[in-house]
């Protein structure tokens, strides 16, 4: 089996700031495996203001056996979501990404045993632009 973790469950960012996130993902299996991610965020109409710069996400994922990698998610909220009045009382994103094997990837069971898919998730806690707090 595999493992596909975010090592840190929370991250706070306000709109416009820049945030640094991490999956770690693990190959327990006894052979080399490629895969992909795909992503979700909750609620689904904060989807338009949230950005990736740098994602993991980008391209396929290649892990040997035994090997263990945090891939990075650069990312930020865009500054409009504090102006929307939709987004008013929204104070938590959660970013949800899910771990698929290549299709071309013999090995995959290998990483994920029987399952054809490893998931995992991040909350994003947002802060109104106007907050005397800026948590980053």
């Given at each position: 089996?595999?493992?596909?973790?975010p090592?840190q469950?929370e991250v706070?960012?306000?709109?416009g700031e820049?945030?640094?996130?991490f999956y770690?993902?693990k190959?327990?299996g006894?052979?080399d495996?490629?895969g992909?991610?795909?992503?979700s965020v909750?609620?689904?109409?904060v989807?338009?203001?949230?950005?990736?710069?740098?994602?993991?996400?980008f391209e396929?994922?290649?892990l040997?056996?035994?090997?263990?990698?945090?891939m990075p998610?650069?990312?930020?909220?865009d500054?409009?979501?504090?102006r929307d009045?939709?987004?008013?009382?929204?104070?938590?994103v959660?970013?949800h990404?899910?771990?698929?094997?290549a299709?071309?990837?013999?090995?995959?069971?290998?990483?994920f045993?029987?399952?054809s898919k490893?998931?995992e998730?991040?909350?994003?806690t947002t802060?109104p632009?106007?907050?005397?707090s800026t948590?980053?």
């Open positions: 089996t595999g493992k596909f973790v090592p469950r706070w960012v306000g709109p820049t945030a640094l996130a770690r993902a190959n327990t006894a052979r495996v490629t992909m991610a795909t992503y909750t609620p689904d109409h989807a338009p203001y949230f950005n990736k710069i740098q994602c993991f996400c396929e994922q290649r040997s056996k035994g090997e263990e990698v945090d998610l650069f990312f930020f909220i500054p409009e979501f504090s009045p939709a987004m008013r009382n929204i104070d938590d959660v970013l990404y899910t771990f698929f094997r299709k071309h990837d013999q090995q995959h069971e290998q990483l045993g029987n399952q490893a998931s998730e991040i909350s994003t802060v632009a106007n907050s005397a948590q980053a």
